[in-house]
């Protein structure tokens, strides 16, 4: 068995981009450039100031404002919305693969910031284990944690448990919620933008921190055609590779994100010149997007200039451990639909980026194949490939 028999057939999202809405009402918002990061005062401690951030507004679905309830409550639609998309109704042996980077963390944290005792049920895993109670899936249940490259590793991870393991559903995912932790460590490191988020473009300046939830159901595609479900796409290709250059630091020639790169085209059957689509990582930073465009054209050659590439973050914010299973979900729309969304903000060429990164506006084009890739500290790098059926 190889790659090419996993197939996505259900896709669900909770984004600060029309939250609770539907995936057709998200995606064409996208597709718009509509900017869901807006200036808020934000939890920081001893900073009184408002932030790009970009929240998803729970008004109208729950009255919580506790943010360990919004991370359940934003999991559980998206997870709602992907089991119902792929028309699944026995879910007892379905497995589930969630890629987080805080995860249940933000009880204690809720806790220490009330001045309560810390309680059990605060480890990482608490979210998976939660999801997979409430929905029944008694297949393997696996937390990953591999930085911003946590969703991308959780979708590749369940490819590989129904290669080798021949489980026949898998649901894999990622969520986030902002938090003091994340907002504090991020405004340390000085890579929050004051601004809007200006991926690859002359005079961007850092990200801004964004929440999300989202999950795509795999399963072998004899397991989908037999139950004659949708297929949104195949899963061709996933690497996961690590620079081993700086904790917080990617390599500045994006060694690694390279070698994820070329290895999953290489797992795929691909050239590079195959590709049509890119959903690139592009936080906006000043060294991850130069990297980004060095590993680009390190693997593509001549070819880098002509593939299209887009980073929806610049829409969304960055939702850390649920950025690489959204982006995924970009892809797979992006197939269906024959339509890329903008790299948004875009306004002044970087001379070092000069590649095609769909400014401001969406771009009808037809897309057979896309890769997504994610890049996270400690040098984290992923790349899954995905594919018209």
């Not at 559980?76 to 089991?83: D, I």
Request: charge should be neutral; charged fraction near 20%; glycine fraction near 10%.
């Amino acid at each position: 068995m190889n790659a090419l028999n996993v197939v996505i057939t259900g896709i669900g999202a909770v984004t600060p981009l029309k939250p609770f809405k539907g995936m057709d009402t998200f995606w064409n918002a996208l597709c718009s450039g509509e900017d869901a990061v807006k200036k808020e005062k934000p939890p920081l401690l001893g900073i009184d100031m408002e932030w790009p951030m970009a929240k998803i507004d729970l008004s109208g679905f729950s009255n919580s404002t506790n943010p360990v309830d919004k991370l359940q409550i934003i999991a559980e639609e998206a997870l709602r919305m992907a089991t119902e998309d792929a028309e699944l109704h026995n879910h007892s042996n379905i497995g589930l693969s969630i890629g987080t980077i805080l995860g249940n963390v933000l009880v204690k944290e809720n806790e220490m910031m009330l001045g309560q005792k810390p309680s059990a049920g605060s480890s990482l895993s608490n979210i998976t284990s939660h999801l997979s109670g409430k929905f029944n899936l008694q297949g393997p249940e696996i937390t990953v944690s591999t930085a911003c490259a946590s969703g991308t590793d959780a979708i590749g991870i369940a490819m590989r448990k129904i290669m080798a393991e021949g489980i026949p559903i898998m649901i894999a995912g990622g969520v986030e919620v902002l938090s003091n932790f994340a907002l504090t460590g991020f405004h340390a490191l000085k890579v929050l933008t004051e601004e809007k988020v200006r991926p690859f473009d002359k005079s961007r300046s850092g990200i801004a921190l964004g929440e999300g939830a989202a999950f795509v159901v795999l399963e072998s595609e004899e397991h989908a055609v037999q139950r004659k479900a949708k297929i949104y796409g195949r899963v061709l290709g996933y690497t996961s590779r690590v620079d081993a250059n700086n904790l917080t630091a990617p390599d500045r020639e994006g060694r690694g994100l390279a070698d994820a790169i070329n290895q999953s085209i290489l797992q795929a059957n691909l050239k590079p010149h195959d590709i049509d689509y890119i959903n690139a990582h592009g936080t906006g930073t000043l060294y991850n997007d130069l990297m980004e465009t060095k590993a680009i054209k390190k693997i593509f050659g001549k070819s880098a200039h002509d593939v299209p590439i887009s980073s929806t973050k610049s829409m969304l914010g960055h939702s850390l451990g649920a950025a690489g299973v959204i982006e995924a979900i970009c892809c797979l729309l992006s197939i269906k639909n024959k339509i890329i969304p903008p790299t948004i903000n875009f306004r002044e060429k970087d001379p070092e980026c000069d590649l095609d990164y769909v400014p401001n506006i969406a771009r009808f084009h037809k897309v057979k194949t896309a890769m997504s890739f994610s890049a996270g500290f400690g040098g984290q790098n992923s790349a899954v490939i995905l594919g018209k059926i």
